[in-house]
């Protein structure tokens, strides 16, 4: 459905994407995640048709949309994709109703379709009371709603969403997210959805692409992602928390990988790690530097020198700052990684 293939974008000599090839069938949720900076945004523009690539295709149902070495690229209003932003831009002077109603106008619908089609997606998303007002007589998240709503109206094959959740605040943000779900669900569209939220990306995907200075470091499901990184960058982005990296050098003598020769990083997951206020040889001695509650456990960090582990541990326990937490390390990693940080 949708088909990107060696896909770069440089301005001027700065490469912001780089030769980028993923593929997802009709009707998945792709997530492209990854740091700011790392050029997600400039992704979703090749993609909307608003910017062109330097090198490289995208095909929308096996029709080429964009491409780097041909003459042509589709525009964006002849994509069937809708794009959905963090700052909503509704038009201010027009009711919440007119601004969910104006890609019909545009697109030549009759005035009885356009208005069936108007409540059909204000009551989908929750806001058919909302019809009368104007964007600032209503709350940002309602806002939100009303972007979402207006790029659904012409039922397009493809909808785009630029971190759409970003202005909004944590509790919303997490309903919203399932909101989304459900629209995506309904309309069964093939979704791009960009953020620079691992566990947005996580919860949200049938796939996800985490991107690191313009090219993909890995493509597959979150499942895989967790289970399999592919890069030290991976597994310490994604999961929550994320997975533990630790310098072979760092790793006790006694412990069962602590001997010599070994190079390059381990990983370990934060839920095969024990804590304790013992010491114990096998064990790397580390300052307490917090503790949240994770559903009924208990998700403790400890620093020093640079390293920082995480484990998720059973039970209640009372650190404070200043006291020493001793984490052992099991017995095998879970994966390993060379200087580089590509998966040996
Ligand atoms: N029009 C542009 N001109 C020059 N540099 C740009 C332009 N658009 C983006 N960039 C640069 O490309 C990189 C990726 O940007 P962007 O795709 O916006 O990242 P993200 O959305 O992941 O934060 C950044 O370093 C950014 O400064
Ligand atoms: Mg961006």
Redesign the pocket.
Known sequence: MIRIDSLSKS??T?E?VKNVSLEVPSGSFLVLV?P????????LRMLAGLESPTDGTIQFDGKTVSDGAGPWTIEPAKRNAGLVFQSYALWPHMTVAGNVEWPLKVAGQGKAERTARVNEVLHLLGIDNLGRRFPNEISGGQQQRVAIARMIAPKPGILLFDEPLSNLDAKLRVEMRSELLRVHRVTQATSVY?T?DQVEAMTMATHVAV?NG?SVEQFGSPQELVSEPSSAFVATFVGTPPANLVDAGLIPAAHPLGRKGHSGRFMFRPEDILVSRHPDPASIEMDFAEISPLAGRSMITGTRNGLRLTAVADGSFRFTIGDKVHFLLPPAAAACFDSKGKRA
């Open positions: 301005f001027g700065f912001a990854g700011s900076g790392c050029g997600k945004s400039t992704m960009v620079h991107m313009g």
